[in-house]
């Protein structure tokens, strides 16, 4: 039985990155897993080295991940899905650099300007709590 991929020609892109991901995620998922269990005693030797929990563990979640991965870029419903996201990507009229950086300037001055005024809020009400009536 041969591996065939699902509409082979659509969605090269979304598929490697998905897949990427999902590899990357295994690997440092691995990592972890073999950092957590990595003091564990031996289990057994392969060429002079010994293989631990944390070996065998972080490997088998390194192939869940990536063979886990490789299953999904190819399930049809989730490739459709992947092949849609795809085509909506391309039709979005994405904002040119000025705006970015405008719209960031803009974000940056509401923030500062709104802690400032809670900031000021906030002391208004602790003196007022605290002198005027000493209730805190």
């Given at each position: 039985?041969?591996?065939?991929?699902?509409?082979?020609?659509?969605?090269?892109?979304?598929?490697?990155?998905?897949?990427?991901?999902?590899?990357?995620?295994g690997?440092?998922?691995?990592?972890?897993?073999?950092?957590?269990?990595?003091?564990?005693?031996?289990?057994?030797?392969?060429l002079g080295?010994?293989?631990?929990?944390?070996?065998?563990?972080?490997?088998?979640?390194?192939?869940?991940?990536?063979?886990?991965?490789?299953w999904?870029?190819?399930?049809?419903?989730?490739?459709?899905?992947?092949?849609?996201?795809?085509?909506?990507?391309?039709?979005?009229n994405?904002?040119?650099?000025?705006?970015?950086?405008?719209?960031?300037?803009?974000?940056?001055?509401?923030?500062?300007?709104?802690?400032?005024?809670?900031?000021?809020?906030?002391?208004?009400?602790?003196?007022?709590?605290?002198r005027?009536?000493?209730?805190?």
């Amino acid at each position: 039985m041969a591996i065939q991929i699902y509409k082979k020609s659509q969605g090269k892109y979304v598929r490697m990155v998905t897949l990427g991901a999902a590899v990357l995620l295994g690997l440092f998922g691995g990592n972890q897993i073999y950092a957590h269990f990595g003091d564990l005693p031996a289990i057994f030797r392969v060429l002079g080295y010994e293989i631990n929990w944390g070996h065998t563990l972080g490997v088998g979640v390194f192939l869940l991940f990536s063979l886990g991965g490789l299953w999904a870029v190819n399930y049809p419903r989730f490739v459709d899905l992947l092949i849609d996201t795809e085509g909506e990507l391309r039709r979005v009229n994405w904002p040119t650099w000025r705006q970015v950086l405008e719209a960031t300037g803009v974000v940056i001055t509401v923030v500062i300007i709104l802690s400032v005024f809670i900031v000021l809020v906030d002391r208004t009400v602790i003196i007022f709590f605290l002198r005027l009536i000493g209730v805190l």
